[in-house]
């Protein structure tokens, strides 16, 4: 008798497992950080980043081992992340977050606008 189940190797490993949610299971990526790092309307908070991370929806992208977490306040936030095999095997590694952003958000600097 041959039980079937995922391994590095399968290409649907990263897919079988649970989403992390904790924060620190992701690196952030370098446009990651430029979407904190700039104003934009509305301004993105780590406090709200973390929060998607560990209340948002959980939903599929168009591309394989990609997701983002979606949480609405007074914007709908989105955090993407693509999931990585070394991070479910290896403590060391992490999975990536991608980007950040608000939906429907004016992602232009308004001169009137103030955080």
Not at 34 to 58: A, D, K
Request: include cysteine; proline fraction near 6%; hydrophobic fraction near 30%.
């Amino acid at each position: 008798m041959s039980s079937e189940s995922a391994s590095p190797e399968d290409p649907t490993f990263s897919l079988s497992m649970p989403i992390p949610r904790d924060p620190a299971a992701y690196r952030i990526t370098d446009h990651f950080r430029y979407r904190l790092s700039h104003r934009r309307n509305p301004s993105i908070s780590g406090e709200i980043v973390r929060r998607c991370f560990e209340e948002g929806c959980i939903k599929h992208t168009q591309v394989s081992r990609h997701f983002f977490f979606e949480l609405e306040l007074d914007y709908r936030y989105r955090v993407v992340v693509a999931l990585r095999d070394e991070a479910f095997l290896d403590e060391e590694e992490k999975h990536r977050a991608l980007s950040v952003y608000a939906v429907d958000g004016n992602h232009d600097v308004d001169e009137e606008w103030r955080p």
